[in-house]
Every structure is written in structure tokens, then in C-alpha cells.
T-cell receptor, first 113, second 113 residues
Framework: GQQLNQSPQSMFIQEGEDVSMNCTSS?????WLWYKQDPGEGPVLLIA?????ELTSNGRLTAQFGITRKDSFLNISASIPSDVGIYFC?????????????FGQGTRLTINP | GAGVSQTPSNKVTEKGKYVELRCDPI?????LYWYRQSLGQGPEFLIY????????DSGLPNDRFFAVRPEGSVSTLKIQRTERGDSAVYLC???????????FGPGTRLTVT
């Protein structure tokens, strides 16, 4: 089946630093989604990407849909304490399974004050 | 309006017991999804309902798991003869329609002792 690999698995940064994480796939995705999950909560959608090469921003977050359709990047600028959490990339699970999402294993972000 | 709600928030049960997990989707959302999230992993798809019918149950791990949505709103995930390996957070999501943005509930943490 389709798999998404995220790196790094965890990040420890200082407040104010920029963050970059990525997600790669063994197969082509037509949509890339980036979610954030806080402890005890479900994932919340941050950014959705629908077109190869697309660059989309949401406040301090910027995500890009890789030109090969097999990767995506998420950048966070000037990190703040509320950015702490686990970030997941996700995509539709194939043409017959467009409704089900496949998730990466997550990147855990920790911020040192 | 209210988001997706799940009850109970925590469930501890003994190996071999039967459990039911409930999901109340956002009002008016026709699509409902169940995912399972093991510790340190991303959510994994279990089953998708469109209305009352299970449109895709390809993620259910075995016949001990089944889910219902009899009136096209509330859904119940049922696990028979629970095993320690079933311990995980069970997430429910709903969307306005198929292929629309999925909104996740906070999950039910199931612990099988």
C-alpha cells in the first residue's frame, strides 16, 4: 500500500527559529495535506495542496507540493510555543480510496523557551 | 457549532471483553470515518461511511471489528474479544461529503489489560 515517510521524526528548537520538515512517498499523490495534532486532540488541518509545484501559505506556515508529486514540505517561520505538537502529512489513499487518508508517522516539534 | 465528539474519552477493558466506541459527527455531515492511532504513529484508516452504508471497510483489521451508522448520523465502532494489541486511540472524523475536508474528534483512548 501507499506509505508516507516524514523527516525528521522529532525536532528540538529554540523559540523564534524557523522549522522545516518534509514528507516523501513511494507513489504519486494528487493532494497533499498537512495536519497538526496537540496532546489529547485529533489532527487539525493546516494546509491543503492540490497542484504539483503549488506553494501555499497560512500565516507563518508555508507548504509546497513537490513537482514530482512524491513529496511535500512544510515550513514554519519564527516558531512560538503554541507550535509545539506533532505534524502529519497525509494524502488520499488511491483513486478508489480517495475518501480515506494515508498519514505519515509524524514529526514531533519541541520548542525550548 | 459543535465539532465531532467521541465517547468515552478513555476506556480501560480486560482482554477478551467487548467494547463500543461512539462518534457524534458534525451536524449535516454525510461522511464519517474511523481511524486508529497507535502510540508514535499516524492515524490508520479503518472504515468510511457515506450515509448509513459502509462504503469502504478495507481498513478493519479482522472480523472482531465492525461499525454501524444506522441513521446516518451517530456511529458506533464495536470490538469483540479485545486483545492487548487493540490498545490505541480511536479517532472519528466527519466531512460534509465525500472528498471534502475531514474534521477529527478528540479520540477515544482504549487500553486493553
Amino acid at each position: 500500500g501507499q506509505q508516507l515517510n516524514q523527516s525528521p521524526q522529532s525536532m528540538f528548537i529554540q523559540e523564534g527559529e524557523d522549522v522545516s520538515m518534509n514528507c516523501t512517498s513511494s507513489s504519486i499523490f494528487n493532494t497533499w495535506l498537512w495536519y497538526k495534532q496537540d496532546p489529547g486532540e485529533g489532527p487539525v488541518l493546516l494546509i491543503a495542496l492540490y497542484k504539483a509545484g503549488e506553494l501555499t501559505s497560512n500565516g507563518r506556515l508555508t507548504a509546497q507540493f513537490g513537482i514530482t508529486r512524491k513529496d511535500s514540505f512544510l515550513n514554519i517561520s519564527a516558531s512560538i510555543p503554541s507550535d509545539v505538537g506533532i505534524y502529519f502529512c497525509a494524502g488520499p489513499g488511491g483513486p478508489q480510496g480517495a475518501q480515506k487518508l494515508v498519514f505519515g508517522q509524524g514529526t514531533r516539534l519541541t520548542i525550548n523557551p | 457549532g459543535a465539532g465531532v465528539s467521541q465517547t468515552p474519552s478513555n476506556k480501560v477493558t480486560e482482554k477478551g471483553k467487548y467494547v463500543e466506541l461512539r462518534c457524534d459527527p458534525i451536524s449535516g455531515h454525510t461522511a464519517l470515518y474511523w481511524y486508529r492511532q497507535s502510540l508514535g504513529q499516524g492515524p490508520e484508516f479503518l472504515i468510511y461511511f457515506q450515509g448509513t452504508g459502509a462504503a469502504d471497510d478495507s481498513g478493519l483489521p479482522n472480523d472482531r471489528f465492525f461499525a454501524v451508522r444506522p441513521e446516518g448520523s451517530v456511529s458506533t465502532l464495536k470490538i469483540q474479544r479485545t486483545e492487548r494489541g487493540d490498545s490505541a486511540v480511536y479517532l472519528c472524523a466527519s466531512s460534509l461529503g465525500p472528498r471534502e475536508q475531514q474534521y477529527f474528534g478528540p479520540g477515544t483512548r482504549l487500553t486493553v489489560t
